[in-house]
């Protein structure tokens, strides 16, 4: 019999997206084949304590299956490093890019792509309604910088709930992202790899318990219709799938990373929005779906990202 590989699967995590990570483990978890695999899982507590036995134990491989504050944004990704424990998703100074999104928009407009308009106020910045409506102009989209999954993310069309928006985005970090709303549809490119990449289908999002793609649309069961591939122009297929690949070298990702887009209904050009280093790993994500269309079972599809993972370390 072959070795197995023993993984370490490190989950939860003191962000707002706790509770995603906690569905997307369970779920990893469950299609890591026993016959190959050695599991140890690791649960970082909304607290931040963990099990240190990880430190200790010689691990072939780390599965981060979190999101959001210190899962997602390098720091986890840095510890694991200091203690030569290779691990699965982009590294440390990719993982901090991508999290914070504006620094994202700034590498996306050098490597040619279209952003939305947007704004980053700090906690210590003099709000100024006047100024930010006139700029950006009604409906605005008001989200914190460095963190996913729509929390804290609203849509506002006033300057009453823009205040009130901002107060509440500014419960999950120090700064907040105001972007003009464009109007259209949602579209997802999913790229895995390191060396050769490639980029599955192409997703379309069609919410349907909200107006838009909000937390309750991401990960309620039917909250949300995934079209997968999105029956959109085979030119714009092939664009978005060429910009998501783009986004993903300029940022420095490997392995696997989902970039999110908006494609416009008044002018007809593709918005980049944010790039996921660890996209979510639930039954109802977007990512396994289109790796399904793409030919991989959800087992096939943990066995390929594991494999290149390690013939790389």
Not at 14 to 27: F, R
Not at 266 to 293: D, Q
């Amino acid at each position: 019999m072959l070795k197995k590989i023993k993984l370490a699967v490190i989950f939860g995590g003191p962000s707002g997206e706790h509770a995603v990570s906690l569905k997307s483990a369970t779920e990893v978890m469950a299609n890591l084949d026993p016959q190959k695999y050695t599991v140890l899982p690791i649960k970082i507590s909304r607290k931040g304590q963990w099990d240190r036995k990880l430190l200790q134990n010689k691990i072939d491989l780390a599965l981060i299956i979190g999101h959001g504050t210190f899962m997602e944004d390098g720091r986890l990704q840095a510890v694991l490093e200091s203690y030569n424990i290779p691990y699965l998703f982009s590294g440390v100074l990719a993982s901090a890019l991508a999290m914070n999104k504006a620094k994202t928009k700034i590498i996306a407009t050098n490597a040619g792509l279209k952003v939305a308009r947007g704004i980053v106020l700090k906690k210590t910045d003099v709000l100024y309604p006047p100024t930010i409506i006139k700029y950006l102009q009604f409906p605005i989209v008001i989200k914190p910088n460095e963190l996913g999954s729509s929390v804290g993310t609203n849509i506002v069309k006033n300057e009453k709930d823009l205040k009130t928006s901002l107060k509440e985005a500014f419960l999950w970090g120090d700064e907040v992202l105001l972007e003009e709303f464009i109007s259209g549809r949602e579209l997802t490119v999913a790229v895995m790899g390191r060396k050769n990449l490639t980029a599955l289908p192409v997703v379309e999002i069609k919410p349907r318990v909200s107006q838009w793609f909000d937390y309750e649309a991401k990960y309620a069961e039917g909250g949300s219709e995934e079209i997968c591939p999105a029956q959109i122009p085979t030119t714009l297929t092939k664009k978005a799938q060429a910009h998501a690949i783009k986004i993903f070298e300029a940022i420095g990702c490997r392995d696997l990373a989902r970039a999110d887009f908006i494609w416009s209904q008044k002018n007809k050009h593709l918005y980049f929005l944010e790039i996921n280093t660890i996209p979510g790993m639930t039954k109802t994500s977007i990512t396994p779906r289109a790796a399904l269309a793409a030919g991989f079972t959800f087992e096939n599809f943990l066995d390929t990202l594991i494999a290149t993972a390690l013939a790389q370390n």
